[in-house]
């Protein structure tokens, strides 16, 4: 690893995105939801007028899109593609469903592996999302897998 990582694991709903947020901004690290980088390729997919099928076309995406995480002073969340703020466009249900879609391919799955560990750059990363402190970043320095009752995980979704 080129840089320090954290990462946060755990089921949907259970806070890893808002834990994730606080501890980039208050570290000063760079933010990776890796979630969001399935949403994001089936969004690129879908503006270029690729088939959600299309593993090798949404690969070639994935490596290529031009992504940044962010959050406003205020710890709202932030997600970029190129120059288009799309942060509401990713949460939406039409882009979880795709993001399903694209996260089956093996060719995207690949191509996003080495896009998520190319995020652990100085001074460091704080890795949101299943998989990470197992898969993407075995060997991270610290490890959180957060969780909540199935009831708290249901409110957060639909407040989402």
Do not use: C, H
């Not at 690129?44 to 962010?70: H, M, T, Y």
């Not at 120059?83 to 949460?91: L, Q």
């Not at 795709?98 to 896009?115: G, I, N, Y």
């Amino acid at each position: 690893m080129s840089a320090p990582v954290i990462t946060i694991d755990g089921p949907s709903g259970s806070g890893k995105g808002t834990v994730s947020r606080i501890i980039a901004r208050t570290i000063g690290w760079r933010l990776l939801d890796s979630g969001a980088l399935y949403r994001l390729v089936a969004l690129a997919g879908r503006k270029a007028g690729v088939s959600l099928d299309d593993g090798p076309e949404l690969a070639r995406l994935a490596v290529g899109a031009d992504i940044a995480f962010g959050s406003t002073p205020a710890g709202a969340e932030r997600i970029w593609l190129g120059d288009e703020d799309v942060t509401a466009a990713v949460r939406t249900e039409a882009a979880g469903n795709d993001a399903s879609k694209v996260a089956a391919l093996p060719q995207v799955r690949a191509a996003l592996l080495q896009r998520q560990r190319d995020f652990a750059t100085l001074p460091g990363l704080v890795a949101d999302g299943r998989d990470m402190g197992t898969v993407v970043f075995p060997a991270a320095e610290v490890k959180i897998f957060l969780t909540a009752s199935a009831e708290e995980r249901a409110a957060r979704r639909y407040k989402q």
